[in-house]
């Protein structure tokens, strides 16, 4: 069977998710630009102080993460495959005054278009999944890394995506087997919008994840698992305290979100993977 054309299937679908993600209250756009911040408590506490620090944020969409961040102190690089998302995140950088840069490229082509070291590599919620392999993306965060330079990853849990849309039975593996192509109609944000979408995406065992990192001359310093989400972004939630979200019927019984941070060897010579 042959590949789908993952890349422009997905910046499709993430091209017509941007004008309703911004109109969507999940996003909370005006009060963003009144000066909210968008970042939660689990990556604040991982990021420490960043004030004076260089980020590059993978995968940033609209940017609105990478402007809070900047809002911090931080000198933002934020990168997304999304013309759209780009766009967006540009003008909202230059409405808000944020000292952040932004990059129109997918993550593995991102060497070809920056040439920078970091102080740190941030990347969050709903990411990797949009990626088929864990080798080059690390390769990725190590090369943008300075020595000693540290990585923060908050994301969702792999067991979340084993299940079914309305978490009735598990319908794929846990492990990394093969891509899994989908059509869904609304949004995480707006489920009721009118746009329907082909997707491609993977699962990313926490083995594959971690390995990988590791290999790539990161030593990690920090993993965690959640019981929650902090965004209302599955069907049949339930909110256990403010901002604390689990699914109903599973309750505390499966981990939502996981963390790692990292930190890159200063004597690491790892500086290729497969495909790169």
């Known amino acids: 069977m042959q590949e789908p054309d993952y890349i422009q299937l997905n910046k499709q679908s993430w091209n017509a998710n941007v004008p309703v993600h911004m109109a969507s209250p999940f996003y909370g756009l005006d009060q963003f630009i009144k000066g909210q911040s968008s970042l939660n408590d689990i990556e604040l506490q991982l990021l420490g102080n960043i004030e004076g620090k260089s980020i590059l944020h993978l995968q940033c969409h609209f940017g609105q993460d990478s402007i809070s961040l900047a809002r911090l102190g931080a000198k933002v690089t934020g990168v997304d495959f999304s013309e759209q998302a780009i766009e967006a995140a540009r003008n909202l950088a230059q409405q808000t005054g944020a000292n952040a840069d932004f990059i129109c490229c997918d993550v593995y082509s991102l060497p ?154 200063a004597n690491s010579k790892k500086s290729s993977a497969r495909g790169v």
Not at 117 to 125: L, P
Not at 151 to 164: G, S
Not at 249 to 259: D, E, H, W
Request: glycine residues 6%; hydrophobic residues 35%; aromatic residues 16%.
């Open 112 to 265: 070809e278009h920056l040439d920078h070291h970091f102080d740190i590599v941030f990347t969050s919620y709903g990411v990797i999944g949009w990626l088929p392999d864990m080798e080059k993306w690390a390769y990725v965060v190590s090369k943008f890394l300075k020595p000693g330079g540290s990585f923060v990853m908050v994301e969702f849990h792999p067991v979340v995506w084993m299940f079914d849309n309305d978490f009735d039975r598990v319908e794929y593996r846990y492990f990394n087997a093969e891509p899994i192509v989908e059509t869904t109609e609304g949004s995480y944000a707006d489920r009721s919008a009118d746009i329907k979408n082909q997707t491609v995406n993977w699962n990313h065992s926490l083995d594959e994840v971690i390995s990988n990192l590791i290999e790539q001359g990161l030593q990690i310093e920090s993993f965690k698992e959640y019981d929650y989400s902090p965004y209302n972004c599955f069907n049949h939630t339930v909110e256990t305290s403010p901002g604390h979200f689990q699914i109903k019927k599973l309750g505390n019984k499966i981990p939502m979100l996981y963390s790692v941070k990292a930190t890159k060897n």
